[in-house]
C-alpha cells in the first residue's frame, strides 16, 4: 500500500464520519481534498495532505502511517445580517468541526478501511480576506493500513 492509498482512506473516512454528522453543519458544502467538484461557500474541505511511515517502526512502518491532515473552514461575511453576526456563525462552525474531530470512537468507528489509532488538534489558523472567512485546522493522526 502506498502513501497515496492511506491518504484517500482518510479522506474517505472523514467524508463518511462528516457525513454521519451533517446536522453539526446545517447548509455547508463539505467536499475532499483534491477534487474537481465545483465548491460553495460556506463550505469544509477535508484534505489529507502527507502521510509517513510511523517513526516508530523505523524501516519497516508495516503499514502504519502518521498523517497530516488539513480541514479548511469557509464562509462569507453575506451568510448572516451583520458582519458581526457571520463572523459569530464562522466560528460556530469551526467549533462544530472540532466537536465533530474530538469524537475519536466515533471517528474511529467511520474509518473505511484498517485502523485509526489516534487523531488529535495541531492548529487552528483564522483569517479574512475580501468578505470570506476562513480557518485551517491541522490534525495530526496516526493509522494503518487493512491487514494484507
Known amino acids: 500500500m502506498t502513501t497515496y492509498g492511506i491518504r484517500t482512506i482518510t479522506e474517505q473516512s472523514l467524508a463518511a464520519w462528516f457525513a454521519t454528522n451533517a446536522a453539526m453543519l446545517p447548509g ?7 477534487t474537481g467538484e465545483i465548491r ?16 516508530n517502526f523505523g524501516g519497516r512502518p508495516v503499514g502504519n502511517f502518521e498523517l497530516s491532515i488539513k480541514i479548511y473552514v469557509y ?12 463572523l459569530a456563525l464562522h466560528r460556530s462552525r469551526v467549533e462544530n468541526v472540532q466537536a465533530i474531530m474530538q469524537d475519536l470512537p466515533g471517528l474511529q468507528a467511520a474509518w473505511t478501511q484498517g485502523s485509526l489509532y489516534h487523531a488529535w488538534l495541531r492548529s487552528d489558523e483564522e483569517g479574512v480576506a475580501a468578505r470570506r472567512y476562513g480557518n485551517v485546522l491541522t490534525y495530526a493522526a496516526a493509522a494503518v493500513f487493512p491487514p494484507a
Do not use: R
Request: proline letters at 9%.
Open 28 to 34: 455547508v458544502q463539505v467536499n475532499i481534498g483534491q
Open 40 to 55: 460553495s461557500i460556506p463550505s469544509v474541505i477535508l484534505y489529507a495532505e502527507g502521510a509517513d511511515a510511523h517513526p
Open 75 to 86: 464562509s462569507s461575511a453575506d451568510d448572516a445580517p451583520t458582519e458581526a453576526e457571520a
